[in-house]
């Protein structure tokens, strides 16, 4: 069951690089924080019961509620309706996704993981690679905002693997999503002037 | 032979119900089941209108595409049938028939000159050229997880035993589904109803058949459709055979068999008309990027079943 | 008396010069019918005996024909082998196809050219013909390089039939200076091998790859067989010299010539046995990228004959990765992928020489009747050449690999080798396998693109331009080599075991393959592929004779192609070339570069004037070799200032280098 949720995941990595509107890339942030609670909660057996609960309420929250909520409350505050542009076009991006995917297998693949799933190695390999990839070919910064979420999933699905080994790794991953939120708290939802469609131009310019 | 008996035994209803739901969905009552066939025969009866820009292909073309048509149907498998035609890669075969149709098809409509029918056979020939790698990337799949070549067997070796199995049946459903709508020139690539010239691909192909070569026509694509439900019933046999258990005799597991099958082509032409219904077109710039990530979701699919299968993860 | 054909084929041909022009096509045909008859004997036993007779006696390597020669020239052996002996059958049919073919094209330059020109071009397709046919049945390294060294002189003479044209001429040289690079290559690899093992020939390699276990110097010679073969980068003379040669030299060229490319590349692969699956990887990679660009870049060339060259390279490709399949097969020890991928390769060596020679030499009716290579100008030939169409349309079918014809038998059975090295064990074999599957079909779908272009915009629709001369059909003396052709590529797609049988059994002898059952099992395969073919046609049949009864009793209307209630449709409005590859250019802008030249419009221009647009394709390896050239030039620019015309200098840089000699004598360097 892990692996089905993992590899929704990737799907949703592979959708990611290819959409362009603003809402589905919030709507598909959520929906991996969805998937990552499901992961951090069937991962019980190889972690401590008190970090799971951690964990998984820890996503629950930010993930899958807070940080969606702050980026449609972005997208609503600037009233960015159109289809954003990029550097590069979709069919390209998908073709760099793909090269991602099976670099992300050769390089877990000449990593020696056996007492851990393969799997996680590999999709969170690619989620970084995604991550990165996104920040790169879009120009706007919410875009780059999402990218920097992405890998932050990615960084919190490799702790998860990993965590009952290094239970520290786990609470670096979930550090990362309170900073993130406190960044699109205080920069974006206060300080963006309203109804621009620009997304960077700031209130007091 | 039992499949080919039952994929024209589905085609009897099958565009009657695509059309009736569509009809159901947008609020009116619709035509009959039976109805795109009387469409057909009528077209038999009519005399044709053939234009002088044209030559043997365009005479030549129609026959093609429905022999090919048939011809894959031949390979059709169905469980607990020994199958006399079927052979190891016969599902290359299969790809490069339903290829061997399209090519001529294309060639025909360029054949009348018109401008037209040049676009929509362009874009005919790039998204077939697209959807091919996903087409294969799935009988990789398939071919990895059975162990076997043949599509006969390939089937058969499949069970709904475990997990993974379950995991590469709906995967293959999903690929085969978009796989069948795109190359049966159905949304979102693709709108049959759409009469805008600029818009159309497979429909402006055929804008200038009348009479006996568009009942052809008609014939194969609805036959072509199919076959693809057929393909997609074939995952489902095993399942259902699984459910009824080993205890009951042939002739019991044979009838359910049939009785899946056609059900399956009839959940299967519905969902293709409630698909129609609510979903709207691509732009036609963005449809290779959509038929390139099936190819993708497929590799990342195959990437999982190798590594299932190679025992690298449980 | 074997011993003198040889010779007596050698002096014959010398005879080519001197014959009277009236008879010297039939001489020359009947010299090469010669050759060809006491070449095939031999290869047609050799092939023979590779198939097992009565039950129980294992697939051995049958004992090679060989003739010996020795006296002013040295010791000469001619050697054929297995393998020897199906290039050179592939080679003879060839050959005399193309020597058929060139009668009624060469018919068209009677008033043009002088008949010593005839006679060069006579004695040179011979010449060419006899040096294949050495550089196959030659296993000693200075007699190979003579031999090689023959072809590309034979064959630059071949290409500068039209001479007169100033492109033709830089495009020969262009071509005879990358031969002699492949020369160069081939030539260090052999001298490499002389200094680790004594002996400068092919029959020493196993004795040096036996005792060095990398393959680095199998390598070498890749890069210089793939300069002949075509392969990328290394393809850029391909696509020049193809359209700048007679049709007859074209068809020959792409269909035999580079596969001596090929033949040295296996015989190289032979005597390799470490290292078998990297080297087979390395191939794979390298012939699916020449698959693919070759078939993207032909998409987009507007040149008729240019296109077919492009697809000669996506064919080599094709060709390359069934020999990489093999390859891997050898190296995983799995003989089931080492035997469906040689045979696949060598089968599409065979399949790619037929067609590709018949679209060739259908490309040049066309350009004999019309006076023009491009496509755009083109339209409508359907009508005016029809048999020259259907023998197009079975061309293109064929390489466009679908069924019922040949070339799908050989794809199919590279596929399959592919399927069948999916469950290999290792995640990198099956992701490779995978791959390989991916561009393999995609090379299948973008050669249909392609062809549906090609045949589409020059024989379909209406004229898109009115020539001044009428256009008629070709002549019979040049569709009667096309119909041998297109009969060979039906027999071979309806009746593949007739072919296979043989050739399955070949490659197990000479790869030295266990006797593998499935051998047998194949014979199941194919004969279910015949079947079908069998009935497609039957039912294509049976449909069409059911329509002709409908429509006997209803005679059909005959009407203009419906204009969508325009009624000022032309034919300038046609689909061209350029606009079907559009869909496709747009999407592989970043590896094709096309060229667009527009001058766009300005703000201030409310009416526009008049505008110029032209789109070019365009080869990034030719503009980068391009670049490698003016740069060399300006270096040998620079050190040419050396020389500067005054004897005084000259006689100072002869003091300054004999002081440098005594220097370093005294020195004791030297």
């Given at each position: 069951m892990t692996n089905m949720l993992i590899i929704v995941f990737a799907v949703s990595l592979i959708y990611l690089s290819v959409t362009e509107r603003f809402r589905i890339y919030a709507g598909l942030v959520g929906f991996q924080g969805v998937l990552l609670f499901g992961i951090s909660f069937l991962q019980l057996d190889r972690i401590t019961l008190a970090t799971v609960i951690f964990v998984a309420t820890e996503t629950l929250i930010f993930k899958v509620v807070v940080v969606p909520y702050l980026l449609f409350a972005v997208i609503r505050r600037t009233g960015v309706v159109r289809v954003h542009e990029k550097a590069l076009p979709s069919f390209y991006s998908l073709l760099f996704v793909t090269v991602g995917l099976l670099l992300s297998i050769v390089v877990s693949f000449s990593m020696n993981t056996t007492p851990y799933n393969l799997m996680f190695f590999i999709v969170s390999f690619f989620a970084v690679y995604t991550g990165l990839f996104l920040i790169i070919s879009h120009r706007k910064i919410f875009s780059h905002l999402v990218g920097f979420l992405v890998i932050e999933n990615a960084v919190l699905l490799l702790s998860i693997a990993i965590g009952s080994d290094i239970p520290m790794l786990l609470n670096i991953g979930i550090l990362l999503d309170i900073f993130v939120s406190v960044l699109i708290l205080g920069i974006f939802v206060m300080r963006l002037r309203q109804h621009t469609e620009d997304l960077t131009i700031l209130k007091d310019d | 032979m039992t499949g080919t008996l039952l994929c024209i035994l589905s085609a009897v209803f099958f565009p009657g119900i695509i059309l009736r739901v569509k009809s159901i969905a947008s609020g009116r009552k619709g035509p009959g089941i039976l109805q795109p066939w009387w469409n057909i025969l009528l077209l038999c009866r009519k005399t044709g209108v053939i234009s002088t820009t044209t030559s043997f292909i365009y005479r030549l073309a129609p026959a093609v595409y429905l022999a090919t048509v048939i011809i894959a149907m031949l390979l059709m498998p169905f469980p607990g049938c020994r199958s006399l035609i079927g052979f190891e890669g016969d599902f290359i075969l299969f790809a490069y028939l339903l290829a061997l149709g399209r090519f001529l098809f294309i060639l025909a409509a360029l054949d009348t000159g018109?401008?037209?029918?040049?676009?929509?056979?362009?874009?005919?020939?790039?998204?077939?050229?697209?959807?091919?790698?996903?087409?294969?990337?799935?009988?990789?799949?398939?071919?990895?997880?059975?162990?076997?070549?043949?599509?006969?067997?390939?089937?058969?070796?499949?069970?709904?035993?475990?997990?993974?199995?379950?995991?590469?049946?709906?995967?293959?459903?999903?690929?085969?589904?978009?796989?069948?709508?795109?190359?049966?020139?159905?949304?979102?690539?693709?709108?049959?109803?759409?009469?805008?010239?600029?818009?159309?691909?497979?429909?402006?192909?055929?804008?200038?058949?009348?009479?006996?070569?568009?009942?052809?026509?008609?014939?194969?694509?609805?036959?072509?459709?199919?076959?693809?439900?057929?393909?997609?019933?074939?995952?489902?046999?095993?399942?259902?055979?699984?459910?009824?258990?080993?205890?009951?005799?042939?002739?019991?597991?044979?009838?359910?068999?049939?009785?899946?099958?056609?059900?399956?082509?009839?959940?299967?032409?519905?969902?293709?008309?409630?698909?129609?219904?609510?979903?709207?077109?691509?732009?036609?710039?963005?449809?290779?990027?959509?038929?390139?990530?099936?190819?993708?979701?497929?590799?990342?699919?195959?990437?999982?079943?190798?590594?299932?299968?190679?025992?690298?993860?449980? | 008396m074997a011993q003198y054909y040889i010779p007596a084929a050698v002096l014959l041909s010398f005879l080519i010069l001197v014959v009277p022009s009236k008879a010297r096509y039939g001489y020359t045909l009947l010299l090469n019918l010669f050759i060809a008859a006491f070449t095939s004997v031999p290869s047609v036993a050799q092939i023979a005996a590779c198939i097992p007779g009565a039950a129980g006696i294992a697939v051995r390597l049958p004992d090679p024909f060989i003739l010996s020669f020795s006296g002013i020239l040295g010791e000469l052996h001619f050697t054929i082998d297995p393998l020897s002996a199906f290039?050179?059958?592939?080679?003879?049919?060839?050959?005399?196809?193309?020597?058929?073919?060139?009668?009624?094209?060469?018919?068209?330059?009677?008033?043009?050219?002088?008949?010593?020109?005839?006679?060069?071009?006579?004695?040179?397709?011979?010449?060419?013909?006899?040096?294949?046919?050495?550089?196959?049945?030659?296993?000693?390294?200075?007699?190979?390089?003579?031999?090689?060294?023959?072809?590309?002189?034979?064959?630059?003479?071949?290409?500068?039939?039209?001479?007169?044209?100033?492109?033709?001429?830089?495009?020969?040289?262009?071509?005879?200076?990358?031969?002699?690079?492949?020369?160069?290559?081939?030539?260090?690899?052999?001298?490499?091998?002389?200094?680790?093992?004594?002996?400068?020939s092919f029959d020493a390699l196993p004795a040096y790859f036996a005792a060095h276990r990398h393959t680095g110097l199998f390598f070498l010679f890749f890069a210089g067989f793939a300069i002949k073969a075509g392969f990328i980068p290394f393809h850029t003379w391909l696509p020049e010299a193809h359209p700048a040669a007679p049709s007859h030299v074209s068809g020959v060229m792409s269909g035999v010539m580079i596969k001596m490319g090929i033949y040295g590349i296996i015989r190289v692969l032979l005597a390799v046995?470490?290292?078998?699956?990297?080297?087979?990887?390395?191939?794979?990679?390298?012939?699916?990228?020449?698959?693919?660009?070759?078939?993207m870049l032909a998409i987009t060339q507007h040149d008729l004959k240019k296109l077919l060259a492009y697809h000669s390279i996506e064919n080599i490709g094709i060709i390359g990765m069934g020999i990489g399949l093999g390859a891997i097969g050898l190296g995983s020890d799995n003989p089931l992928l080492a035997l469906l991928g040689f045979s696949g390769a060598l089968l599409h060596v065979l399949n790619h020489s037929l067609f590709k020679s018949l679209l060739f030499y259908t490309a040049g009716s066309v350009y004999q009747a019309c006076g023009t290579r491009d496509i755009d100008s083109l339209g409508g030939?359907?009508?005016?050449?029809?048999?020259?169409?259907?023998?197009?349309?079975?061309?293109?079918?064929?390489?466009?690999?679908?069924?019922?014809?040949?070339?799908?038998?050989?794809?199919?059975?590279?596929?399959?080798?592919?399927?069948?090295?999916?469950?290999g064990g290792s995640v990198y074999q099956s992701l490779t396998m995978l791959l390989a599957i991916v561009s393999l079909a995609l090379i299948g779908g973008l050669a249909v693109f392609c062809f549906t272009k090609a045949f589409g915009v020059v024989f379909l629709g209406n004229p898109r331009r009115d020539f001044d001369h009428p256009v008629t059909e070709a002549g019979t003396s040049m569709l009667f080599p096309q119909y041998l052709v297109a009969g060979m590529i039906f027999l071979i797609g309806f009746m593949p075991l007739l072919f296979l049988h043989p050739l399955l059994n070949m490659v197990s002898a000479v790869f030295g393959l266990p006797e593998v059952p499935s051998v047998a099992a194949f014979t199941g395969i194919f004969k279910n592929i015949s079947i079908f073919g069998i009935i497609l046609v039957l039912l294509v049949a049976v449909i069409l004779e059911v329509r002709r009864r409908l429509s006997v009793s209803r005679s059909p209307g005959y009407g203009p192609t419906w204009g969508c209630g325009s009624a000022d449709l032309n034919a300038k409005q046609q689909y061209t070339g350029t606009s079907w590859a559009a869909g496709f250019i747009e999407l592989g802008q970043p590896v094709l570069q096309n060229k667009k030249e527009f001058g766009g419009f300005s703000e201030e221009e409310i009416f526009p004037g008049r505008k110029y647009f032209s789109i070019h394709p365009n080869d990034i390896f030719t503009t980068l070799l391009g670049r490698l050239n003016s740069g060399a030039m300006a270096l040998l620019k620079y050190l040419a200032r050396l020389q500067t015309g005054n004897i005084r200098h000259y006689i100072l840089y002869a003091f300054v280098f004999i002081i440098l000699i005594l220097a370093l004598l005294y020195l004791k360097v030297l």
């Open positions: - | 018109s401008s037209f029918e040049g676009m929509g056979a362009n874009r005919e020939a790039l998204y077939s050229m697209l959807t091919e790698p996903a087409f294969f990337i799935l009988f990789g799949i398939l071919a990895l997880f059975s162990g076997q070549l043949s599509m006969q067997e390939i089937f058969t070796g499949s069970g709904l035993s475990s997990g993974v199995a379950a995991f590469t049946g709906i995967v293959a459903i999903y690929l085969l589904v978009q796989i069948a709508m795109i190359e049966n020139s159905r949304m979102p690539v693709d709108d049959p109803k759409t009469h805008l010239e600029l818009t159309m691909v497979h429909e402006v192909m055929i804008l200038d058949y009348s009479g006996f070569d568009l009942a052809l026509i008609q014939t194969a694509t609805n036959l072509k459709f199919v076959l693809f439900g057929g393909l997609i019933a074939n995952f489902i046999m095993p399942a259902a055979s699984a459910l009824i258990g080993p205890e009951a005799g042939t002739g019991m597991l044979f009838a359910a068999n049939v009785m899946v099958f056609l059900l399956v082509q009839v959940v299967f032409a519905s969902a293709a008309g409630i698909m129609e219904s609510f979903r709207a077109r691509k732009k036609m710039a963005k449809n290779p990027q959509f038929i390139v990530t099936l190819s993708t979701i497929a590799l990342l699919a195959f990437i999982f079943i190798l590594l299932f299968t190679l025992n690298l993860i449980r | 290039f050179i059958l592939v080679t003879n049919f060839t050959v005399l196809t193309g020597l058929l073919y060139s009668r009624g094209y060469l018919a068209h330059y009677r008033d043009t050219k002088n008949p010593a020109q005839f006679a060069l071009h006579y004695f040179s397709y011979t010449w060419l013909y006899l040096s294949m046919l050495a550089v196959l049945s030659l296993r000693e390294g200075t007699a190979f390089l003579i031999a090689w060294e023959l072809m590309a002189v034979s064959s630059f003479m071949l290409i500068l039939f039209e001479a007169e044209k100033r492109a033709t001429l830089k495009t020969a040289v262009n071509y005879l200076v990358q031969m002699h690079v492949g020369f160069l290559l081939i030539l260090l690899a052999l001298v490499i091998t002389e200094a680790a093992t004594g002996s400068m046995k470490f290292d078998l699956f990297l080297t087979g990887w390395c191939i794979l990679v390298f012939s699916a990228i020449s698959g693919l660009l070759g078939v030939l359907i009508r005016k050449m029809p048999r020259t169409a259907g023998l197009f349309l079975t061309g293109a079918a064929a390489i466009s690999g679908l069924p019922p014809l040949n070339g799908f038998i050989s794809e199919f059975l590279i596929f399959l080798g592919f399927f069948k090295g999916l469950n």
